[in-house]
């Protein structure tokens, strides 16, 4: 911001100091290429020239001329010389700005690109949380639902395994049957449950009696 | 009139047979007496009588003459006891040996009721054990029940073998 205002006072300066010397340089110009005419009816100064001679006056005017011609080469010298060195100024300084503009984009452009990126990391970031928690969801939900399929077949083969061993251990006792042999085993089932039948009389002699 | 009855009579048939043989004997008693009364000649012999038949009116004299109201009497008792007696019906998963028979009726009148009744039945599909069944309850205790009942653990045994 400093450079720019210092810039800015330096060109009206030149501009200024411009001209000046243009209108220096314009003036002695008029003068020079249109003297003045004198009104006629204005009383004259008395002039030199009629009492100088004519080589005198001609010497003079050539020298004027001479240095009017070198104090003009000068003027344009030195102009030329301002201008070069403001331009070359101008040039440093609009490199200066420009190189200040740039850098000063570049580090904000820097800026929201490292904002962008921080942000889009967050949102990753947030998205890669949230598809994990999914997939994790998803996996256990998958092997609870395989865990309960599994189970389900378990218990199918077992019902059809107990169905068939039933099955198979009913037909083939059916044709073996010795009571001989149970006679110990029946009498003990009965003394286990006698309790129960002597309960049973008592009941059903109580309406009775 | 008490009676004990014999372990031969265990079922309701068997006493009811009994009762049939005696109310044919007090019949035939019946028309003895009176032709012994009325004439001297012989008379018909008496019916055919089981051992048990034998037995109760071997039992009956014992005490007392044989008459027709002791006849009767013993009759009633016998009509009492088919109609009050207790009754249990025990059915296994084939047609019971008469050893069976005694051992299981024998233990019935020991340990639950002297005069109880048991009825035998069999039921091939029951494979083994039996089926008590004794006033409005059914004890199952059959070898197929077991079976069934244990079917939910055969597959844990078979993965242990």
């Known amino acids: 911001m400093g450079g720019g205002t210092f810039l800015q006072i330096f060109l009206l300066v030149d501009v200024f100091i411009m001209g000046v010397l243009v209108a220096v340089a314009v003036r ?31 010497h003079l005017l050539k020298t004027s001329q001479d240095q009017f ?9 030195q102009l030329q010389h301002n201008l070069g060195d403001t331009s070359e100024q101008i040039n440093n300084l609009i490199k200066n700005l420009a190189t200040e503009v740039v850098s000063s984009e570049l580090e904000q452009y820097r800026a929201n690109l490292g904002r962008l990126h921080a942000q889009a990391e967050k949102d990753l970031g947030g998205i890669k949380q949230a598809m994990d928690g999914y997939q994790t969801e998803l996996r256990a939900q998958v092997a609870q639902e395989l865990e309960a399929e ?3 077949l378990i218990k199918q083969i077992d019902t059809k395994l107990s169905d068939a061993v039933g099955s198979f251990l009913i037909e083939t006792l059916q044709h073996n049957v010795d009571l001989g042999s149970q006679a110990a085993y029946l009498t003990a089932v009965l003394e286990e449950h006698k309790a129960d039948f002597i309960r049973e009389v008592a009941d059903e002699a109580q309406p009775a009696g | 009139m008490k009676l004990n009855l014999q372990a031969k009579v265990s079922s309701p048939q068997d006493l009811r047979a009994i009762t049939l043989e005696v109310r044919q004997y007090a019949q035939w008693f019946s028309q003895y007496s009176i032709k012994k009364r009325v004439s001297s000649s012989k008379s018909d012999a ?3 009588m089981s051992e048990t038949g034998v037995a109760l009116i071997k039992e009956l004299t014992d005490s007392k003459q044989l008459s027709q109201a002791g006849l009767d009497e013993l009759i009633a008792a016998l009509e009492n006891l088919e109609t009050t007696s207790p009754r249990i019906t025990i059915t296994l998963a084939a047609a019971a040996p008469n050893s069976l028979k005694k051992t299981l009726v024998a233990w019935c009148r020991e340990q639950i009721e002297p005069n109880i009744l048991v009825d035998f039945r069999f039921n091939s599909t029951l494979l ?26 055969f597959p844990e045994i078979l993965r242990r073998v």
């Open chain 1, 150 to 152: 599994k189970q389900q």
């Open chain 1, 69 to 77: 011609q070198l104090m003009l080469e000068r003027s344009i010298g």
């Open chain 2, 128 to 153: 083994g054990g039996m089926v008590v069944r004794y006033g409005s309850h059914v004890y199952d205790w059959s070898f197929r029940r077991q079976i069934l009942a244990a079917r939910g653990s």
């Open chain 2, 46 to 48: 008496p019916p055919p």
């Open chain 1, 28 to 58: 002695h110009a008029n003068a020079h290429f249109r003297p003045a005419k004198h009104e006629a009816g204005k009383p004259q100064p008395a002039v030199a020239d009629e009492h100088l001679p004519t080589a005198v006056k001609e």
